[in-house]
């Protein structure tokens, strides 16, 4: 069973700071994305990188797809209150089916 | 609007009844996947569509199915529904690698 642990579960920080959400498996992936879902609305797709290194920026948000294709991290300089939601990592294989990480629950202060 | 359209948006009902969740794909796209979303599970893979075809199946319990019509849209039936039944179903299109989702149907069993 290929799972998505990602950490941390709940981050609560003031506007301004820096903050980096990680993502892991032990699996290998082809492709991995980021969504960020707010209270009672679907997951937005953020990004999606597909090779083992790659590194996209996104404005504030930095993402990077480890060497290995196993792991992840989304780096958010300047946090601001409308980052504030869930955000989640999602790993892609060859039928198109995504697996879900287990979600970090962020909480930006003004 | 993310362009994939479920309905109804909320429902709630009791033990032991059906009900049935649908979803309308973005234009164009072929695939819909079901997704559910309970707080200590995170977002499971249920089952994938792809033009009409099961393509893939999840942890779908045997008391839920589905099908993809003609027109693209499909059904969620759940029956026999039990408390733990209760979460937020998503459904999903895709072009590529990124999905969109709907803004999801919150079932409650009582």
């Known amino acids: 069973t290929q799972l998505l642990e990602q950490s941390p579960q709940f981050l609560s920080i003031q506007e301004g700071e820096n903050l980096t959400v990680y993502c892991n498996s032990s699996s290998v992936f082809s492709s991995l994305q980021w969504y960020r879902q707010e209270p009672g609305e679907g997951p937005v797709l953020l990004v999606t990188?597909?090779?083992?290194?790659e590194v996209k920026k996104l404005k504030r948000l930095t993402f990077q797809f480890g060497d290995a294709r196993k792991d992840s991290s989304l780096h958010i300089t300047a946090a601001q209150p409308g980052d504030t939601g869930l955000y989640l990592c999602a790993g892609g294989g060859a039928t198109n089916k995504l697996i879900f990480g287990t979600g970090t629950l962020l909480a930006v202060q003004p | 609007d993310s362009g994939v359209t479920q309905t109804p948006k909320h429902l709630i009902t009791a033990t032991g009844q059906r009900v049935t969740l649908r979803c309308s794909p973005r234009?164009?796209?072929?695939?819909v996947y079901w997704y559910q979303q309970s707080l200590d599970q995170g977002l499971q893979f249920l089952i994938q569509?792809?033009?009409?075809?099961?393509?893939a199946k999840g942890n779908i319990l045997e008391r839920f199915s589905a099908q993809q019509f003609p027109d693209l849209h499909s059904e969620l039936n759940l029956s026999s529904l039990e408390l733990g039944d209760s979460a937020l179903y998503f459904c999903a299109s895709n072009r590529g690698h990124g999905y969109t989702f709907g803004s999801g149907t919150r079932l409650t069993v009582v």
């Open positions: 234009s164009g796209d072929l695939s």
């Open positions: 569509y792809y033009n009409g075809e099961e393509r």
């Open positions: 990188v597909v090779t083992g290194g």
